[in-house]
């Protein structure tokens, strides 16, 4: 035979309950405060059995309860002038629209800065681009404009060292002392 048994988590060995009600306020003479009196047995009685009954108050369990009549002090009714709040407490409210106002921002100058430079390179990538013109067609255009050769031709001397250099028959440093050993051509 096998038997499952079910039990709760948890359990109360026992309750300890406080409860403090504010005195009821007589009404005084015509211009005068009304003042605090305490509340009656019977009164405190009523209470502490509603109390009882809403918690579950078990004498055999060792719960304890203890209703007490006393009166509440207020601060409310003083004539101290508040004091004046300081800018923070006046922006405080408003802090909310402010967070989504600076957030709007940084979304509008993301976009500027990142996403439309972004979208105008990928929408110019995807159009045809006419190819850059090459250096001899630069400098053919340049000589039929002016009408006068351009330096790098068969007898000049910066494309003769220009060759020597990339051609790798000579260092450059080689060039420089070939340089410094010849003489001034006469002229």
């Known amino acids: 035979m096998v038997s499952k048994t079910v039990r709760s988590v ?3 060995k026992s309750l300890s309950v406080s409860v403090l009600v504010a ?6 003479a015509e211009g005068a405060e009304p003042t605090p009196t305490p509340r009656s047995a019977e009164e ?5 059995q509603m ?3 809403a918690l579950g108050i078990n004498d055999t369990r060792g719960d304890l309860i203890s209703v007490v009549s006393m009166a509440f002090e207020s601060g409310f009714e003083s004539d101290e002038v508040m004091p004046e709040p300081s800018m923070i407490e006046k922006i405080y409210p408003f802090m909310p629209l402010i967070k989504y106002g600076l957030l709007s921002i940084a979304a509008l100058m993301a ?6 430079p972004l979208l105008r390179t990928l929408r110019g990538a995807s159009e045809q681009t006419a190819p850059m013109k090459t250096v001899e067609e630069l400098e053919a255009e340049l000589q039929a404009e002016s009408g006068t050769p351009l330096l790098g031709g068969p007898a000049d001397p910066l494309a003769q060292i220009r060759q020597e250099v990339l051609g790798g028959d000579m260092m450059p440093v080689q060039v420089v002392k070939n340089w410094l050993r010849e003489e001034p051509a006469e002229s």
């Open 23 to 28: 005195d009821k306020l007589v009404p005084g």
């Open 51 to 53: 109390v009882r009954s």
């Open 44 to 48: 405190l009685k009523e209470i502490k």
């Open 10 to 12: 948890g359990t109360v």
């Open 111 to 116: 976009y500027l800065l990142f996403l439309r």
